[in-house]
Structure formats: C-alpha cells, structure tokens
C-alpha cells in the first residue's frame, strides 16, 4: 500500500480510494437450509475446501466507484506517471 494509485476507470482520481477489508469465515452450510452448520479455521479444512487466495483487501476508487484488487490500480498509476 505504499505506492501511488490512479484508478484504470476514471483515469483522474490519484487521491480518494476505499480499503475494503475481506474477512474470510469457512463455513460448512446445511445443504437443504443453508444455515451455518459449522465454522471452520483455515487450518481445519478438509480436501475439497479450497482456501481462500485473494488479496485481503480490494480498493475502490472514491470518485467512480470502481472496485477492484489494489494491482490495477497501482500499475495503472506506474503506465500513466504525471
């Protein structure tokens, strides 16, 4: 996070983003109420539960409104030097 953003949408905006935190919460779900039957840890998950590999947090750009990992708006900023 410490390098210039602008967003690839607007093409303006170098100032005004959110953070969006992603939380991550495995859950095994009751197949027929989709209630939470279970909450697992990242290290309790069985073979056929992937886990998680985004980033752990997205960026919208404050102007547009443009949600996106923090990647595009960072090489956008690198394509585009003032």
């Known amino acids: 996070?410490?390098?210039?953003?602008?967003?690839?949408?607007?093409?303006?905006?170098?100032?005004?983003f959110n953070l969006i935190e992603?939380?991550?919460?495995?859950?095994k779900l009751?197949?027929?109420?989709g209630e939470i039957m279970e909450q697992l840890q990242i290290h309790q998950l069985d073979p056929f539960h992937l886990p998680y590999k985004r980033p752990a947090y997205k960026v919208q750009c404050g102007a547009c409104g443009l949600i996106?990992?923090?990647i595009y708006f960072i090489k956008f900023a690198q394509l585009e030097r003032p």
């Open 22 to 27: 992603q939380v991550v919460k495995p859950v």
């Open 30 to 33: 009751n197949p027929k109420t």
């Open 68 to 70: 996106e990992d923090e």
């Open 1 to 16: 996070m410490n390098s210039p953003y602008l967003c690839p949408n607007c093409k303006t905006n170098r100032t005004r």
